[in-house]
Nanobody, 117 residues
Framework: QVQLVESGGGSVQPGGSLRLSCTSSGYIYLDCMYWFRQEIGKEAEEVAKIDVDHGTTYADSVKGRFTISRENAKNTVYLEMNSLKPEDTATYYC????????????WGQGTRVTVST
């Protein structure tokens, strides 16, 4: 059973930066990798996706501020988050899927990001 483990969350002030990491216990080079986020009482939002050819897509709310990347040799996907805003506060989850569409094969346990003064 593949496990995804996120790290890198924390508390930052508005305008700050964080880099999230998601490391898989299995190979990810054939998988689409995703970052989602969910705040309490709100629906989950797909933040970013990276496919096997390193093609990327982003939610409009994070375009120009967030960057998703992958390092297959380390079975790791990253989310670089800059110019953070209070509305970016959420628990961030990574997901992996061989077919690149839901339902996704694997999910991480989440890492919390809080943006506040």
């Amino acid at each position: 059973q593949v496990q995804l483990v996120e790290s890198g969350g924390g508390s930052v002030q508005p305008g700050g930066s964080l880099r999230l990491s998601c490391t898989s216990s299995g190979y990810i080079y054939l998988d689409c990798m995703y970052w989602f986020r969910q705040e309490i009482g709100k629906e989950a939002e797909e933040v970013a996706k990276i496919d096997v050819d390193h093609g990327t897509t982003y939610a409009d709310s994070v375009k120009g501020r967030f960057t998703i990347s992958r390092e297959n040799a380390k079975n790791t996907v990253y989310l670089e988050m800059n110019s953070l805003k209070p509305e970016d506060t959420a628990t961030y989850y990574c997901a992996a899927d061989r077919n690149c569409h839901p339902p996704f094969d694997y999910w991480g346990q989440g890492t919390r990001v809080t943006v506040s003064t």
